[in-house]
């Protein structure tokens, strides 16, 4: 079934009942006021608007250090219950995740969106599923999920170890969208935006109509080199257009998947390494410059002070060199 433009309302006998009364807490408007204590996470959520939060994450790879909370997290808050975006990268994680949200927002949680296809986005699901939390994503990433997510599990269990891992199992969602849709969930009205295929085929962009806050997901980095496994060049550019123009409609403020939240301005430095390192591979590969070669000359020294440079760059050189050269063979 398409959902195309349609409304979904979660009426009050879709939402689960707290396990316990939940402290309210007063929120004050100026931005990024409330710091508040996460400690099942181990972060500190921040405040972005009257019941808007994220929980920033690190930028780097998965480690023992970092238990896998690798990239943000957001919880909107309305009436009757709390919508958490992405749910984190372990059963564990997903816990203190839930259990976060609920204390800040004094609210249950009654749904779970996943902006794209990402194991710290992924994992955590699996807390939500026991609790009986609904799962939603955009049904291209819901076939990704169950496709290789398995294999996910299995590379953080031995990055992260077993025990961090405990209980972890891999949950494709139950509820999928195919493009633009506007749902209503704990009575609070979010846009769920398809913006076609940019960092993976099944991006979503999720906007608080109430406060114009937009989640990007890992359409957007803010000081993290991209990953160009899942992306297209072209319809990555036209997303982040789409992108600026959705936040600047508003209070400009973009909740990336990786880094602080910023303003549209945070995007130009994103833009502009697509298209250098599209530029560059593509020079190379005109010149005849084999694979191997390629990934070392293509270094972009503007960007090398951005996390998981340069190991990611380099990853990215190889699949874009790897794609132009397909491209090539298919003319």
């Known amino acids: 079934m398409r959902h195309s433009d349609r409304r979904w309302t979660f009426g009050p006998a879709a939402l689960r009942l707290a396990a316990a009364l939940l402290c309210l807490i007063a929120f004050a408007p100026a931005a990024v006021l409330a710091q508040l204590d996460a400690a099942a996470a181990g972060r500190m959520p921040q405040g972005l608007a009257e019941g808007v939060h994220v929980l920033v994450g690190d930028v780097n790879a998965p480690t023992p250090a970092n238990r896998g909370e690798i990239g943000n997290i957001g919880f909107v808050v309305g009436e009757q219950g709390t919508v958490v975006i992405n749910c984190g ?55 990704l999920i169950e496709a290789r997510c398995e294999t996910c599990l299995r590379t953080l269990r031995t990055q992260l170890g077993e025990d961090e891992m405990a209980g972890t199992r891999v949950v494709v969602p139950t509820q999928r969208i195919d493009g633009d849709t506007v749902v209503t969930v704990g009575g609070r009205e979010l846009q769920l935006i398809h913006p076609g295929w940019g ?133």
């Open 199 to 331: 960092s993976s085929p099944g991006d979503l962009i999720v906007r608080d109509t109430r406060s114009g806050i937009v989640f990007a997901g890992a359409l957007a980095g803010f000081g993290r080199v991209p990953e160009l496994r899942d992306g297209d060049m072209a319809g990555w550019l036209a997303a982040l257009d789409r992108l600026e123009a959705l936040a600047g409609q508003d209070r400009d403020l973009i909740v990336p998947g990786y880094g602080a939240p910023a303003g549209t301005h945070a995007l130009a430095a994103l833009r502009h390494y697509l298209r250098d390192i599209d530029t560059r591979v593509h020079a190379l590969l005109a010149a005849g410059t084999p694979l191997l070669e390629a990934i070392k000359a293509a270094d972009l020294p503007a960007y090398s002070h951005w996390a998981r440079y340069p190991l990611q760059h380099e990853r990215n050189v190889q699949r874009r060199y790897l794609a132009l050269e397909n491209e090539l063979f298919e003319d």
């Open 89 to 143: 990268a372990s059963y564990r994680h997903g816990r203190a995740v839930i259990e976060t949200a609920e204390r800040i927002g004094g609210k249950p949680v009654v749904l779970a969106i996943i902006t794209q296809p990402l194991q710290e986005f992924v994992m955590g699901a699996s807390a939500f599923a026991e609790r009986g939390i609904p799962v939603l994503s955009h049904r291209a990433s819901a076939e």
